[in-house]
């Protein structure tokens, strides 16, 4: 049974290339009335180190708790693949935090190799997208304050679909123009939910635009992301009709520029005939 977290929590680490600390921390977000925050290696750590990237989960304000604190939680840890979301790398554990391991995670979270080559799609603009979703099972010893901050990006169940705040209203259009649209989508795992979904916001973002701005490649590609989700059990006849429409377009733009261009080799060849005689 899939397990259940209190919030999902996503950072998004900026110019990651150019990091020159071993260590980095993100801003702290609250979960079950304690304070938590990333820690990330970009270099990793341990036996992993110039090999892996590491991922922690910590608790900050360790050293301000009350004497035998302790944090009883289960955790799901990602390194989000922002090309294909089901490539996302992801390990979870269930542990107590306390002040002799107030950090704990994954030392050999994803190859660095990995994660630089820009071709498998976790480095992105020079930026990593790392989601923490956290559950508190049990607290001894409280935070004297909770702050929650702008680093968190909770996520909000739509239709049976988890999603950033915000997405919140662009799902909410297109189940209300298309109410049958997962009528049939059965998958349960929320992480494939989500990136199923996530392909099919980007695919109609795609097919917004007007068919001059989108490239041969880009079609293709749309084309390769309408197969997948509808074989997920979308439902999307109309967004293959608008597929197809813009298609058409590009396909009467593609034997226009051909025509012009047999026009000006028969031109030129005319031309070379005329200098020869």
């Known amino acids: 049974m899939e397990k259940q977290y209190e919030k999902k929590i996503t950072w998004t680490i900026k110019n990651f290339s150019s990091l020159q600390s071993e260590k980095v921390d993100s801003d702290i977000f609250v979960v079950g009335d304690s304070k938590w925050r990333f820690v990330v290696l970009p270099k990793g750590y341990g036996d992993s180190i110039n090999e892996c990237l590491s991922l922690f989960l910590e608790v900050p304000d360790a050293e301000s708790l009350p004497n035998g604190w302790k ?5 799901r840890l990602t390194v989000v693949n922002q090309t294909w979301e089901i490539l996302s790398q992801q390990k979870e554990g269930q542990e107590w935090f306390d002040q002799k391991r107030p950090t704990l995670g994954f030392s050999a979270m994803l190859p660095l190799a990995k994660l630089i080559n820009i071709n498998d799609g976790f480095l992105v ?12 099972l049990q607290v001894i010893g409280r935070s004297d304050v909770l702050e929650e901050t702008l680093l968190v990006n909770e996520s909000i169940d739509v239709n049976g ?4 705040p915000s997405q919140v209203e662009s799902v909410n259009n ?20 989500t990136t199923y979904l996530n392909s099919l916001l980007s695919l109609t973002e795609i097919l917004c635009q007007t068919p001059e701005k989108l490239s041969n490649n880009d079609l293709a590609n749309a084309y390769s992301s309408l197969i997948c989700v509808t074989k997920a059990g979308f439902k999307l006849d109309w967004l293959e009709k608008k597929l197809k429409e813009v298609g058409k377009s590009r396909l009467q ?9 047999k026009q000006k080799c028969a031109n030129m060849e005319a031309l070379l005939e005329f200098i020869m005689t």
């Open 71 to 75: 944090r009883h939680t289960q955790f």
């Open 253 to 261: 733009e593609i034997e226009e520029e051909f025509n012009e261009l």
């Open 174 to 193: 297109l189940f209300k123009k298309n109410p049958d649209i997962a009528s049939t989508f059965d998958l349960e795992n929320p992480l494939l939910r």
């Open 125 to 136: 603009n020079e930026e990593v997208k790392v989601v923490a979703e956290v559950g508190v």
């Open 161 to 164: 679909f988890q999603v950033l």
